[in-house]
């Protein structure tokens, strides 16, 4: 299973070096670098105009993506950004104009050929509160709570790890933090053989959660306020979707005390007109008497 999820990993590494590869090529003819061939689901198109057009045509071209973060993270003045995927540095740029001079926006990509191309694209912008960093998604070089915002742009369906994806995310997030990702996500009706047979791993598709798993994904790793935002159908079943998410607060984490008053007497909304047996194979009279925590209203 990890040879098979290394061969993905570098499979997906040499598919964005490439396409990292061409646009710099194209910077040398005549006419300006070429875009890297996606469909209308993909890339460049899904920004405004005005938006392309004050950014270094090979940022424009690299853009692989399946959606727009930065319009719907609701970036303000002097926040930190981090962008998981970062790629030719279409978002990092967008993003640092958005935070201002007060702010910072960050990249982060496993593939030497885009760093090399953000950093050509952030130079030419004139950006100068960004910072590109070599890593993988599922081990963030970054310290605990320095986040305001994480962004992505179909990346994280391209991790061999997505769990690990989530958590750290989580970690790197300041208490408050948010999350505003575009991603491909699947139906729920469909499996993982059915999502492959709509395209591959690399393409985007194969690696695609459903829409509750990603729910569930984040869940596990303690986010809340979690929605998850269809936009538009990149294949049968398959969508782009906006997902937001928040990082709980120290106040709105609940305490030891809190949730072992949740598990009172081993049922759920203890003592209350809608309270149930935590466990199925008990009544509630049951749970309370098993429990022996006195509560036998």
Known sequence: ??????????????????????????????????P????????????????????????VAASLGCGNPTAVAGLREGERVLDLGSGGGIDVLLSARRVGPTGKAYGLDMTDEMLALALANAGKAGATNVEFLK?????????????????????INLSVDKPAVFAETFRVLKPGGRIGISDVVADDTLTSDQRAE?????GCIAGALSFAEYRQGLEAAG????EITPTHQV?????????????????DTPTETTKSADACCGV????????????????????KTASGCGCQN
Do not use: W
């Open 268 to 287: 759920n909304a203890c003592c209350t007109s809608g309270e149930t047996s935590a466990d199925p194979a008990l009544t509630v009279t049951e749970a």
């Open 223 to 226: 986010f809340t306020g979690i």
């Open 135 to 155: 890593g993988t998604i599922e081990a963030i070089p970054l310290p605990a709570n320095t986040i305001d915002v994480v962004i992505s742009n179909c990346v």
């Open 198 to 202: 709509r395209g591959d791993y690399v």
């Open 1 to 34: 299973m990890a040879e098979h999820s290394t061969d993905l990993r570098e499979t997906v590494r040499e598919r964005y070096a490439a396409a990292a590869v061409k646009v710099t090529e194209g910077n040398a003819a005549c006419c300006g670098p070429q």
């Open 235 to 251: 294949a049968d079943g398959m969508h782009s979707a906006i997902v937001r998410a928040t990082k709980p607060t120290a106040t």
């Open 36 to 59: 890297v061939e996606v469909d209308e689901n993909f890339g460049s198109t899904l920004y405004a105009a005005d938006e392309r057009d004050i950014l270094p045509a090979e940022a």
